[in-house]
């Protein structure tokens, strides 16, 4: 499966394969230096670090949905990119901000 990414992205992650070791990962772990089992220790200690409260890996992907679908990215083209096989999860997915549907009802009629 192929997963598009933003040209910002592919440069970081650019960046980042110079500064490793060259073994092919982009996340090897600290321990054994092989492929992660899980990124489960790394986010907890990550979301500590940052003192972010009640916020779990999972929520990146409704973000991500509900941002293209703010930025009026077609719900096909959500669903692809979120590899959903139906529209319905799609929506589960994409939630609309306050902001957001605060400005659809100003729209000149």
Do not use: C
Not at 76 to 96: I, N, W
């Amino acid at each position: 499966m192929v997963f598009p990414l933003r040209n910002d992205a592919v440069a970081v992650l650019k960046d980042w394969r110079a500064q490793t070791s060259g073994n092919g990962l982009v996340f090897p772990s600290p321990v054994t230096g092989k492929q992660l089992d899980s990124v489960k220790t790394a986010w907890r200690n990550l979301i500590a670090a940052a003192d972010i409260q009640d916020f779990r890996f999972h929520d990146l992907r409704h973000t991500f949905a509900s941002w293209l679908v703010m930025a009026d990215v077609s719900l096909f083209t959500v669903r692809k990119l979120m590899t959903h096989s139906t529209a319905e999860m799609t929506q589960v997915y994409a939630h609309l901000s306050d902001d957001h549907l605060r400005q659809a009802i100003e729209l000149p009629g």
